[in-house]
């Protein structure tokens, strides 16, 4: 199980971040003491960071210098409301190995965070680690995640960005109750508005593209893809 280190200071953003990368397996570890990130990130007990840069008393981007400093070699990816040009440079040349702005989708910094440990993994030539899965597969239904593509008994469905993003939440967790706040977090970000309708309106869209009651309501909960 990968370990992950999240330095942020907003309590709703930690518990958004956390929520998601447990329920995709991931271990995490949460702070904004910037005197402990160093210590925990020397321990060896982590494989990335999540590092925000507008933390009290100190600034993320010397925290990243000082992280680099004491030879923290792993992947390092930036969360920030900074979209400044110069910001980002100053990010990457100091060490960063990427940079998201919020607000932020959560399948966008899953796909990055992926992304990242798998190339850590390959440069340090971890054993024994199975490679991450770029396909999901439920009966005749097929998601390639590297082409973004979906096919039904071999035939082509075309989807857009939202609704691959949605049915790519239910193929990872088949046969479970996904509840709309959770589709809402993995899909649309934590920034959204939870009274919002979006989740139904798309699930409705969906369904129209795919067979029968494959994805299943869940009167007062949420949604389910039959397996």
Do not use: C
């Not at 929520?19 to 982590?46: H, I, P, Q, Y």
């Not at 840069?53 to 992280?67: C, Y």
């Not at 680690?129 to 071999?154: C, F, H, I, W, Y």
């Not at 049915?167 to 508005?193: K, S």
């Amino acid at each position: 199980m990968n370990r992950i280190l999240i330095v942020e200071d907003e309590p709703r953003i930690v518990i958004f971040l956390e929520k998601g990368l447990r329920a995709n397996g991931f271990a995490t570890t949460s702070t904004s003491d910037v005197k402990e990130v160093t210590n925990l990130a020397l321990t060896g007990n982590f494989d990335l960071i999540l590092l925000d840069l507008g933390l009290p008393k100190k600034d993320g981007l010397t925290v990243l210098e000082e992280l680099r400093g004491q030879g923290v070699t792993i992947p390092i990816i930036i969360l920030t409301a900074r979209d400044d040009i110069r910001d980002k440079v100053k990010g990457l040349s100091q060490g960063a190995d990427d940079y998201i702005t919020k607000p932020f989708h959560f399948e966008e910094l899953l796909a990055r965070i992926r992304l990242r440990l798998r190339s850590q993994n390959r440069n340090t030539n971890t054993l024994n680690t199975s490679p991450a899965k770029t396909t999901l597969q439920v009966g005749e239904l097929v998601v390639d995640l590297r082409t973004r593509s979906v096919k039904l008994n071999e035939q082509e469905i075309e989807l857009p960005a939202k609704e691959f993003n949605l049915l790519e939440v239910f193929m990872r967790h088949p046969g479970q109750v996904i509840t709309r706040q959770q589709i809402l977090d993995r899909v649309w970000g934590y920034n959204y508005d939870p009274g919002s309708n979006i989740v139904d309106v798309y699930v409705g869209l969906l369904r129209k593209k795919l067979p029968g009651e494959l994805i299943e309501t869940v009167r007062g909960v949420g949604y389910r893809l039959r397996i």
